[in-house]
């Protein structure tokens, strides 16, 4: 029998009425559209262009590169604010104000927009600036004197009068510190074309000054190189090439039987070098400072919505509005008639369908009461395959971040794949293979039927691998990660499991703990326990979250971002493997002083050949 269906809870009457719900959403989306266009032309109005920002930097990178202070710099701030017509200021690293183009008492703009400092930059882009992080118009004793430039000017012409004469059209270029250098027309090395009976040396030696620089540069760079078990070369270390791209220094010689030049000993010397050119020129160049940008502070800019910004704004509108009318229409009409020939079809004889409770009076609810069976097992099905998914996302990701992290550091030549550290990999790599294996065996873990693998395990061995896993997430972010144990604390307990557990807790800890704070993992014996501690000095757990912290899929952080936590599964995983070993998971915290979670499991004799 066909039941008749109340007007108010046709599907029709409920779609027209959802029209008129998106049609007040259309003016809100309407009204976004506007903010939007008005904000983009307000920026552009403002003048808020990164080249001319880049033109701001690298002129007063020169500045500081010339001049031993900020002393004078007020008069280049307010002729660069006068021509792009932007406020600049400049303050020390305290905050304390160098120079404003702004009246005296405007506030800051909350964040600056770059620091200045010719010492180590990596905006500034002519030759030699991206090869050292040094501004190569910081020249400091390399600057010649008038003679020696002379005598320089008149050796390049004569050499570019030679290379004339082999027809190689060579022009003379002079650097910052005014010695003069023989270029090609294209800027390469006229050498290049035959003419190498032109050179006589004489032009590429060091002058008095020159050499007294890099005497001096060479007497800085020896102690590093000596701190470093380098041997220096017989000539000076710092090389001198006037032609390259970086004429004074950044290279170096060392002795035959100590290094080749390449590898880590060239890295560390090269290091040296820059530490002692900056040491050299630091008392040349004025300090850092940091520079704030902003809007004009004269004549700001008025904003009026241009006709074509207008017309969009209409057209926008306009057409959500009839796309919302015209897609309601088409959806209602072509719904409804599909949904009234499954409701017949779903009130066929009850052996042919399950019948159910019917909570709704439309025609979806009819469906649902004749397709309720089939939905309910649908939606299990779905509940275990997303529940499935999302451990196995928790669960892979903590071992391959931390083999990736030593693999990154091991490429970046920062440690070496020393057999220890292969070994450390080597246990992530069973560790992902363990859950890999027990995947089949998670639906078990609420019945405590998980299967382990037990054996004697040391408590201090334990945490000294938990801790050796996540030495580089805690460095990365700048967390102190300590272990504390006592050797006589002894476990019968699946040392996989047993990491798993405890790299949930500290990979928590490290994630709600600042940098400069520390995360401890301790363990000590308690009668017939072992009680094993992570703890850490991070925001805290609210009273009022404590008890839901081991809920499966539960999180204080409702948004659930992935950017400040997982998907809530760390702490229930604990929990299971706890009990699975017998023992028991708890936390205890005050919000502020950070948060600690205590596991107690049975603890064993230690086996008779441990030392």
């Known amino acids: 029998m066909r039941r008749r269906i109340p007007l108010r809870k046709r599907l029709l009457v409920r779609l027209l009425f959802g029209s008129a719900l998106i049609a007040v959403c259309s003016v809100a989306a309407t009204a976004w559209l506007a903010v939007t266009t008005t904000t983009s032309a307000l920026k552009e109005e403002q003048g808020q262009d990164l080249a001319a920002d880049n033109r701001i930097l690298a002129r007063l ?4 590169a010339t001049h031993p202070d900020w002393a004078g710099v007020r008069h ?4 660069l604010a006068a021509r792009t017509g932007r406020r600049i200021a400049l303050t020390t690293a305290d905050r304390t104000l160098v120079a404003d183009s702004a ?6 703009p909350p964040r600056p927009a770059a620091t200045v400092d010719p010492l180590r930059t990596d905006t500034y882009t002519e030759s030699g600036a991206q090869l050292s992080g040094i501004d190569p118009r910081v020249v400091g004793p390399y600057r010649l004197p008038a003679a020696e430039r002379t005598k320089l000017e008149a050796l390049a012409a004569v050499r570019e009068r030679c290379y004339q004469r082999y027809g190689v059209q060579a022009t003379v270029a002079r650097t910052a510190s005014g010695r003069p250098v023989v270029t090609a027309g294209d800027g390469t090395d006229p050498a290049g074309y035959g003419a190498t009976a032109c050179e006589d040396g004489r032009l590429n030696t060091p002058t008095p000054t020159e050499q007294r620089a890099l005497d001096t540069l060479s007497d800085l760079v020896r102690p590093c190189l000596r701190q470093a078990g380098l041997k220096p070369g017989g000539q000076p270390l710092p090389t001198f090439d006037p032609g390259g791209k970086d004429p004074f220094g950044s290279r170096y010689l060392l002795a035959k039987d100590a290094t080749t030049g390449k590898g880590a000993d060239a890295r560390a010397a090269r290091r040296c070098v820059l530490a002692a050119r900056r040491t050299q020129l630091e008392p040349y160049a004025a300090p850092a400072a940091e520079l704030f940008l902003g809007i004009g502070d004269q004549n700001p800019a008025r904003f009026d919505m241009s006709p074509a910004n207008k017309a969009k704004v209409v057209g926008v509108a306009g057409l959500v509005l009839a796309v919302t009318v015209a897609v309601t229409a088409v959806v209602a009409v072509r719904l409804v008639r599909p949904l009234r020939a499954l409701t017949l079809a779903a009130q066929q004889p009850p052996e042919l369908h399950v019948r159910a409770a019917v909570t709704t009076r439309d025609e979806t609810g009819i469906l649902a009461e004749a397709f309720n069976g089939l939905t309910e097992r649908r ?10 998914v999302s451990d196995i996302a928790h669960e892979l990701r903590s071992p391959l971040t931390n083999i990736r992290g030593w693999l990154e550091v091991v490429r970046d030549g920062v440690v070496d794949p020393d057999p220890a550290l292969l070994d450390s ?17 998670l639906a078990a873990a609420d019945a405590g039927t998980l299967r382990l693998h037990r054996e004697p395990l040391r408590a201090g061995d334990l945490l000294d691998q938990v801790t050796a896993a996540h030495r580089v997430a805690a460095g990365t972010a700048g967390v102190v990660l300590r272990a504390d144990a006592d050797g006589a604390a002894w476990l019968d307990a699946d040392p996989v499991r047993m990491r798993q557990a405890l790299g949930n807790l500290v990979s928590n800890a490290l994630r709600h703990t600042p940098a400069g704070g520390s995360v401890t993992l301790a363990a000590r014996r308690d009668g017939d326990d072992v009680v094993l501690t992570v703890s850490d000095t991070g925001h805290g757990i609210p009273p009022e979250d404590l008890p839901r912290v081991f809920d499966r899929f539960w999180r204080a952080e409702r948004s659930r971002s992935r950017r400040t936590g997982g998907s809530g599964l760390g702490l229930p995983i604990v929990r299971h493997l706890l009990a699975a070993h017998g023992g028991t998971a708890e936390a205890a915290s005050e919000p502020g002083a950070g948060a600690v979670f205590t596991l107690r499991l049975p603890g064993a004799p230690p086996p008779a050949d441990a030392a």
């Open 61 to 64: 990178s020169g500045y500081a």
């Open 76 to 79: 280049t701030v307010h002729e």
């Open 103 to 108: 009246p005296r008492g405007t506030p800051l």
């Open 379 to 388: 939606e299990r099905l779905e509940a275990q395959r997303r529940a499935m």
């Open 425 to 441: 990999l080597h246990e992530e790599a069973l560790v992902l293979q363990r859950i890999i294996d027990d995947l089949q065996d």
